[in-house]
């Protein structure tokens, strides 16, 4: 009982410097993945799809400590510790798929609602409008807003499911992390499940992730994005070179 209240409470500086550790190297990997761009992206845009990202790991996290609370209480097997290892890890694995599945299901309904035009902003990595003149491009904040409720009601649809399946295969998952976890003692039972699971779980994840929220789910570019009208009308691409010096303003 003491290891559960230890992790999921994380009381006083020690936990505050824990979860601190974790969000520093979440934006970590991010830089990372920024250094691996290939230069269609500006750093707007980027840390716009950035944010998106931080916006739902923690509100996972949230829904991962509720999680396994309830798992603890009410199916049995396992302590906090373990459900909240379990539960990163299927997020960022499993889940990263059923986020994909997800996000393209939820863009072909808002067009068959709204149409063209107007799924156009939910979709991921299209910040930017014009009226034909590229001289006047600017960045739409309601796009972003969009586009992060979108995401949020994905992450949580993915948590959904999630819950689903580790609730019908308890058994399996908790096999799994006694398997991994289970010989640690209380002392670096949490860090190795509340700070160094999350961090390289969360890393993987980000990579993965990025590539999905930056398309909306295999869209076209930013810069074609760009050249699209307020109408549905679609403009032909330019060379190449406009492209880039369009993202660079």
């Known amino acids: 009982m003491l290891s559960a209240m230890v992790c999921t409470l994380l009381p006083g500086v020690f936990g505050a410097l824990l979860q601190g550790i974790l969000f520093l190297g979440a934006c970590g990997a991010l830089a990372l ?25 923690g509100w996972v996290h949230v829904l991962n400590i509720g999680l396994a609370l309830a798992f603890q209480e009410r199916i049995g097997g396992g302590d906090a510790c373990d459900w909240y290892w379990i539960n990163i890890v299927v997020d960022c694995t499993l889940g990263v798929l059923v986020e994909f599945a997800l996000l393209s299901v939820c863009l072909q309904l808002l067009v068959m609602i709204v149409g063209d035009a107007a799924a156009e902003e939910f979709r991921g990595g299209h910040y930017y409008e014009c009226d034909g003149d590229l001289a006047k491009v600017r960045f739409r ?3 972003y807003v969009k586009q992060v409720a979108l995401w949020l009601a ?8 999630i819950s689903f399946l580790m609730v019908t295969f308890r058994k399996g ?18 860090p190795a499940v509340m700070v160094l699971t999350p961090f390289c779980m969360n890393s993987l ?31 032909p691409q330019g060379p190449a070179s406009s492209l880039e010096s369009l993202d660079e303003r």
Do not use: N, Y
Request: charged share 25%; with cysteine; proline share 1%.
């Open 154 to 161: 994905v992450v949580t649809g993915m948590k959904l499911a």
């Open 173 to 190: 998952f908790l096999g799994l992390a006694e398997l991994c976890i289970g010989g640690l003692t209380d002392q670096w039972k949490l």
């Open 205 to 235: 994840q980000f990579w993965l992730v990025d590539g999905i929220i930056r398309k909306g789910g295999g869209g076209e570019s930013e810069g074609a994005s760009v050249l699209r009208p307020a109408k549905a009308e679609v403009v």
């Open 141 to 143: 904040w309601s796009r």
């Open 33 to 57: 993945k920024r250094s691996f761009d290939d230069g269609s992206r500006s750093l707007l845009s980027f840390l716009a799809d950035s944010s998106k990202q931080v916006w739902g790991a």
